[in-house]
């Protein structure tokens, strides 16, 4: 079993990454984590190769995604919450699913992805509103043929209580972990 990990976090040690470090411990298979603030990876430039052709005309590190998609059987998207969203970094990173679209509904073309099973973790010390987040990484995970996806995990009071001592989130993170190493 092979899980990708697309990880919107831009602390190295930060809260969604002690999440992802209890996940990553509890998969079955193999793993690749993208860490959208250290990845070469350019954001969309919206410059129409897709609606014509198959892949992307930007030659960089989402090369290795596509293919890490295309091969994968489960996707976790982890970010921490900003202004309600998740990162802006991952929204680059996230923006090159636009070949996936393309394929669908210009090309009109399958798009060559298994089904897949999903997760979604959000951290942050703010408010507690996580819907706009969710809602934007379930489409997210659509375009990569990623429809059977779990409750979200959230951890919102990080500025008081760390995620990796969150036992709401802990629990919700074995959850994940159960649900993931389950298989299709």
Known sequence: MKTLILNGSP????DTVSLIGRLVKALDGEYRIVDAYRSNISPCLDCRYCRKNKGCAIRDEMQEVYSYIED???IVI???IYF???TGKLLDLASRLQTYYCGRFFRKEEIGIAPKKGAVILVGGGDGR???AYETACTLMHQMNCFSIDEVVCSFNTDVVPAARDKKALEGIDRIAGFLNAGR
Not at 11 to 14: L, Y
């Open 11 to 14: 602390r190295v040690h930060g």
């Open 72 to 74: 994968c059987d489960n």
């Open 78 to 80: 982890a970010s921490p």
């Open 130 to 132: 996580f819907e706009k």
């Open 84 to 86: 309600s969203e998740l």
